[in-house]
């Protein structure tokens, strides 16, 4: 790969159309069944390769150190890889920057959709030739969520989130509402109320019942701020918290209906409108480079 190709990439934003935990296993780690589907909506980033081995964050985040960023991470991750297994790639390195849209700490996967495409990206840029269940695998190492935004397609997860399975969901679109604060997953995941005996059912009947999401009633309780927007969106359509949050959506069979709901918002209700797809924009940039 020539250095100083400059290429553009989404990293696209998740929900969890539902979420529920099973049970709780003896290293803490809690067991569920949530079901994964792609926003038309995120982070852009932009790579430049490099002749060199060096990875350049081009716009450090405020208050993450980049040694922890999870951009910089999955780079030097890949570049180790390619260098254990003598992968000619691995001399070469990148210039990232990123166009950030999507909120820390709302439930939307930035920080692991931002991962992900380094990963797939920087596997294309540099001719690495890593297989996806490879860079699944490295992502794993990254974060749960990762490896569902490297595989690229709306998933059903279980176990701990590592268990996927391909799904293909309804693809509608979604009125996405941040409450204006951050909520951390080991708060909601260690609160001793949180439901963790839902029973375990296969995809076709959870598909077939209405989508809840079992975190939903710890957050609406511990933050207020979650609980007047979700309450504001349910009285217009389906509505429930993403993820441990902090985001809530609210869900329409058409984008009109959505914007229309959008547009009488009241103006502490901050949002964006975006379509649900089973195709994660990643892929599709991907397809396109080809």
């Known amino acids: 790969m020539k250095p100083d190709v400059i290429e553009t990439w989404p990293a696209p ?11 709780r296993r003896e290293d803490g780690y809690h067991l569920l069944q949530t079901l994964f589907q792609f926003l038309d909506y995120g982070d852009t980033l932009t790579i430049r390769s490099r002749s060199d081995d060096r990875i350049h964050l081009l716009t450090p985040l405020d208050g993450v150190a980049e040694e922890q960023n999870l951009i910089v991470r999955a780079a030097r991750l890949l570049q180790q890889y390619c260098t254990r297994h003598g992968i000619r790639p691995a001399q070469f390195g990148a210039d990232i920057g990123i166009e950030k849209r999507l909120p820390m700490g709302g439930g939307l ?10 990963l797939v990206a920087l596997n294309h840029l540099w001719q690495s030739g890593l297989s996806v269940d490879t860079l699944a695998e490295l992502g794993l190492q990254l974060g749960a969520d990762v490896p569902v935004f490297v595989r690229g397609h709306a998933a059903f997860a279980e176990g701990v989130g590592e268990q996927l399975t391909p799904a293909d969901p309804p693809e509608k679109w979604y ?15 260690g609160d ?16 077939n019942q209405t989508f809840v999401n079992d975190c939903e009633a710890i957050v609406r309780k511990r933050f207020r701020e979650v609980e007047q927007r979700l309450s504001w ?30 547009d009488q918002a009241p103006e502490w209700l901050n949002g964006f409108v975006a379509r649900g797809v089973n195709v994660s924009p990643l892929h599709r940039t991907l397809s396109g480079q080809f």
């Open 233 to 262: 969106l349910l009285e217009y359509a389906p509505a429930r918290l993403t993820g441990t949050g902090a985001c809530v959506f609210a869900e329409f069979d058409t984008e009109p209906t959505a914007r229309q709901v959008l």
């Open 175 to 189: 009125l996405v509402v941040h409450p204006g604060v951050s909520i951390a997953t080991p708060l909601i995941f």
């Open 192 to 207: 001793p109320e949180l439901t963790r005996n839902s029973p375990v059912r296969d995809l076709e009947t959870l598909l």
């Open 13 to 23: 934003a998740k929900l969890n159309l539902f979420l529920y935990i099973t049970g």
């Open 109 to 118: 996967g930035g920080g692991s959709s931002n991962a992900a495409t380094v």
